[in-house]
């Protein structure tokens, strides 16, 4: 199956969820994922769904390269959500796509916030994105795809608008608590 055979595909989906939208049969829903840092490695391990991601450091500084690190994963994220997107608005607009191709970069100075470097952003910074497509569209059905895509990328977007969010911690009991604690019988 070619690009464009998925894309034929991906827009009858398309079309078929901006119907039910229309309809009102489509509603907010909440996404989750969750992430623990397993024991001896320090590896994140990231559940979404049925989905499972691994999250280390380089082996400078502690890791055991055993994964993209967050940063590393935050690039990626938003190179195959714009690649979506991409598929999603080439698929509505009926822009044949022979191929498809995002490379993200970023900058990340592990000097931020030490002395000298205390205005350099402890976050990755300065990035771009660059998307490399063989079309047969012309130059101006290609920027209406473009402007399309970052107008509805939703994770371009979230990057490009601050948010707020909401954090705290939770005191959980320690294993050994656990284990020594009563627990309650069912009669």
Known sequence: MSLNDYLTHKRSAVLARDERIAKGAEQAHTLQAHVTAEGRSGVRRLRIREHQIISDSPYD?????LGPSSPELQ????GTC??????IQAAKLQVPLEHL???VQGRI????????HEATPIWPHDIAYEVQVETTA?????????EAVERNCPILNLLRNPQRIAGRVVRTASTSQKKSEPQAVAA
């Open 61 to 65: 500084f502690a890791g055991f390269n």
């Open 75 to 78: 690039l990626g994220v938003l």
């Open 82 to 87: 714009v690649t979506h997107i991409f598929e």
């Open 101 to 103: 191709e995002v490379k």
């Open 109 to 116: 100075d592990p000097r931020a916030g030490h002395p000298g």
């Open 138 to 146: 012309s130059d101006e059905r290609l920027a209406e795809l473009f």
